[in-house]
């Protein structure tokens, strides 16, 4: 019998809300879910490997892959490039299993076009100045950088409305208990699971 496809969940938000983190917990909770690993420009941070954080690619491979249209989604992101591999994404649903993409707001809107079927999830930060205080507190950032991030944020937050759901990152466990909550309601939503039952109730006995 013809698999059912998966169902693909894209984690998206502003710089700093927790997408990161916020993946990495739910990583840890070993759900029936395969995270895509994306191409990047960037740099490896220590302690990072190529193919498990990240595909690390020279500017040149990037490009390549974007013209052979091996990319679901691209963005460029604080000078540097990533993307979402087409073929990983679209096997694995195949293979009847959920993936979770966890990109910036730009490469979620992409994938809206080709995926509407996908299920959007827009991380809120619980307020501006919190979100100002998760940048600030990385460390990482000039004081420039961060209200740069901050303007744009304010833009990525009006783009919400274009998402299925919002999920407010005040607790990471609450947060991650709110995501494993939509997975949870996607499964039983009835546009997915009547195509199943009206084969069995089809099917000879
Ligand atoms: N569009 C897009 N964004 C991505 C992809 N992979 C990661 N990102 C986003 O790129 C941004 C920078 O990621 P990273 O360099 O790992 O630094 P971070 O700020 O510590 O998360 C984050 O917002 C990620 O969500 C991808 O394949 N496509
Ligand atoms: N729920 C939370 N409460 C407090 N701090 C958080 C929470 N989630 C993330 N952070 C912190 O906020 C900062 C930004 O998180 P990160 O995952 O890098 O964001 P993003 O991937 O969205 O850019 C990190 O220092 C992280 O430890």
Known sequence: MEKERGILFVLSGPSGVGKGTVCKALRAQKLDIQYSVSATTRQPREGEQHGVEYF???????????ENKELLEWAEYVGNYYGTPIEYVNQTLDEGKDVILEIEVQGALQVKNIFPEGVF?????????????????????????????????????????????????????????????????????????????????????
């Open 121 to 205: 999830i827009f991380l809120t930060p619980p307020s501006l100045a919190e979100l100002r205080n998760r940048i600030v507190g990385r460390g990482t950032e000039t004081e420039d950088i961060v209200n740069n991030r901050m303007t744009v944020a304010k833009e990525e937050i009006e783009l919400m409305q274009h998402y299925h759901y919002s999920v407010v990152n005040d607790e990471i466990e609450s947060a991650c208990n709110r995501i494993k909550a939509i997975i949870t309601t996607e499964h039983c939503r009835v546009d997915r699971v009547r195509p199943k039952y009206q084969r069995i109730l089809g099917a000879d006995e």
């Open 56 to 66: 690390f690619k020279t500017k040149e491979e990037f490009l390549r892959m974007i």
